[in-house]
């Protein structure tokens, strides 16, 4: 346990910070999964936008490297264009 003052307050901040990053991880992933699950090329667009503009925010939260949200949004378009 810790004994300083500031120690306790980091291990509430971190704890807070944990909670925020999970809850913000599952939205992108269930957001990535409703692209792959989309029936019609028009619902799996749609959801592509979503998706994008969520892992792009993740990027800016720094959930997520720049070039990993990059190459999840280029496997999803290319999934999307797949579909007839």
Do not use: C, F, P, Y
Not at 4 to 12: E, G, L, T
Not at 62 to 76: F, T, V
Request: charged share 30%; hydrophobic share 35%; proline share 0%.
């Amino acid at each position: 346990m810790a004994h300083h003052k500031s120690a306790k307050k980091r291990i509430v901040l971190s704890a807070k910070q944990n909670l925020r990053n999970r809850k913000n991880r599952s939205k992108m992933n269930t957001a990535i999964k409703e692209v792959g699950q989309s029936d019609s090329k028009e619902a799996a667009v749609e959801n592509l936008k979503k998706a994008s503009s969520l892992l792009d925010k993740m990027t800016g939260k720094g959930l997520l490297h720049k070039k990993n949200a990059a190459r999840k949004k280029s496997q999803l378009a290319k999934h999307v264009n797949s579909l007839n």
